[in-house]
C-alpha cells in the first residue's frame, strides 16, 4: 500500500469541541501517526501519516469533525511521506 503525508488546517469552530481529541481517537484507530495542535487564530493544525487510503479517511473526517465542531475550511496539502513519528500525539502551544 501506498503510503503518504498530509498536513491540514482546520478552520471554523474547531476549539472547545474536543477536535483534537477525537483527532487523536479517530487517527489511533485508523492506525496513523503523526500530531493535532490549536493554533493562536482559532483553526486546528494536524499532521497524518500512514497508507494513502487511511489518510484519506482522516482527512474526510476532519471535514465534520466531532459533535459540536462546525469545519467551514480543510487547507490540505499533501507531502511525501517521511516516517518521522511513533505515535500520534496531541500538541499543545504554538512553536
Given at each position: 500500500m501506498e503510503k503518504g503525508r498530509v498536513h491540514l488546517?482546520?478552520?471554523g469552530f474547531?476549539?472547545?469541541v474536543f477536535f483534537r481529541a477525537g483527532t487523536r481517537e479517530?487517527?489511533?484507530?485508523?492506525g496513523?501517526?503523526?500530531?493535532v495542535?490549536?493554533?493562536?487564530d482559532g483553526s486546528v493544525e494536524a499532521v497524518f501519516?500512514?497508507?494513502v487510503e487511511d489518510i484519506k479517511q482522516a482527512v474526510q473526517w476532519?471535514?465534520?469533525g466531532p459533535p459540536g465542531s462546525?469545519?467551514?475550511?480543510?487547507?490540505?496539502k499533501w507531502q511525501d511521506y517521511a516516517g518521522e513519528f511513533k505515535g500520534f500525539d496531541v500538541r499543545y502551544g504554538y512553536g
Amino acid at each position: 500500500m501506498e503510503k503518504g503525508r498530509v498536513h491540514l488546517i482546520i478552520a471554523g469552530f474547531v476549539q472547545g469541541v474536543f477536535f483534537r481529541a477525537g483527532t487523536r481517537e479517530m487517527a489511533v484507530g485508523l492506525g496513523l501517526t503523526g500530531w493535532v495542535r490549536n493554533l493562536p487564530d482559532g483553526s486546528v493544525e494536524a499532521v497524518f501519516e500512514g497508507t494513502v487510503e487511511d489518510i484519506k479517511q482522516a482527512v474526510q473526517w476532519c471535514h465534520k469533525g466531532p459533535p459540536g465542531s462546525r469545519v467551514t475550511k480543510v487547507d490540505e496539502k499533501w507531502q511525501d511521506y517521511a516516517g518521522e513519528f511513533k505515535g500520534f500525539d496531541v500538541r499543545y502551544g504554538y512553536g
